[in-house]
T-cell receptor, first 111, second 111 residues
Framework: QQPVQSPQAVILREGEDAVINCSSSKALYSVHWYRQKHGEAPVFLMILLKGGEQKGHDKISASFNEKKQQSSLYLTASQLSYSGTYFC????????????FGQGTTLQVKP | EPEVTQTPSHQVTQMGQEVILRCVPISNHLYFYWYRQILGQKVEFLVSFYNNEISEKSEIFDDQFSVERPDGSNFTLKIRSTKLEDSAMYFCATYMNTEAFFGQGTRLTVV
């Protein structure tokens, strides 16, 4: 039931782009994306609801393909502050707010 | 900006002792959750709470765990007899309008 994230780790130079994928074997109601810095709580980035939508703010955007049960997070022109672990949290079936998280993707942005 | 408040931020306890982790959810939110994150691992769902009762719990949430909303504002997680493997960050979260808000977490260390 746990979603699978890929890749497990990414190393970028400032200004480069990255894509993080999240795939589920179950039908999803929504996908949440979070970024977590070491020793801190997960910080909500965005949510995508079933219906297949794309969202974004600043240089971070995401898409949700309901049919394929997968979501992708797009980080463009990465900044040093983007470093951290990115988790997708999936809501299976109905709107309960219960999230099942992927194993995380570690992103490191170097100067 | 609304926030979820957790206390204490760090608790050290001896194996076998009882601990109570406290959370003050955002006031008009109705869905409450506890999640756990063992160091270096993904965030794991423990339990969800709605309308003053447990709505769902994971296999991790065994008889040693309980949740309460004792006074209408606080939301507590009790571990009756702590084990070494209970050492983790525990996050409280609330959910409203498709957005989950995480507290800063309590780091529980069982020695």
């Amino acid at each position: 039931q746990q979603p699978v994230q890929s890749p497990q780790a990414v190393i970028l130079r400032e200004g480069e782009d990255a894509v993080i994928n999240c795939s589920s074997s179950k039908a999803l109601y929504s996908v949440h994306w979070y970024r977590q810095k070491h020793g801190e709580a997960p910080v909500f980035l965005m949510i995508l609801l079933k219906g297949g939508e794309q969202k974004g703010h600043d240089k971070i955007s995401a898409s949700f393909n309901e049919k394929k049960q997968q979501s992708s997070l797009y980080l463009t022109a990465s900044q040093l502050s983007y470093s951290g672990t990115y988790f997708c949290g999936t809501e299976v079936g109905v709107n309960t707010g219960k999230l099942i998280f992927g194993q995380g993707t570690t992103l490191q942005v170097k100067p | 900006e609304p926030e979820v408040t957790q206390t204490p931020s760090h608790q050290v306890t001896q194996m076998g002792q009882e601990v109570i982790l406290r959370c003050v959810p955002i006031s008009n939110h109705l869905y409450f959750y506890w999640y756990r994150q063992i160091l270096g691992q993904k965030v794991e769902f423990l339990v969800s709470f709605y309308n003053n009762e447990i709505s769902e719990k994971s296999e991790i949430f065994d008889d040693q765990f309980s949740v309460e909303r004792p006074d209408g504002s606080n939301f507590t997680l009790k571990i009756r007899s702590t084990k070494l493997e209970d050492s983790a960050m525990y996050f409280c979260a609330t959910y409203m309008n498709t957005e989950a808000f995480f507290g800063q977490g309590t780091r529980l260390t069982v020695v």
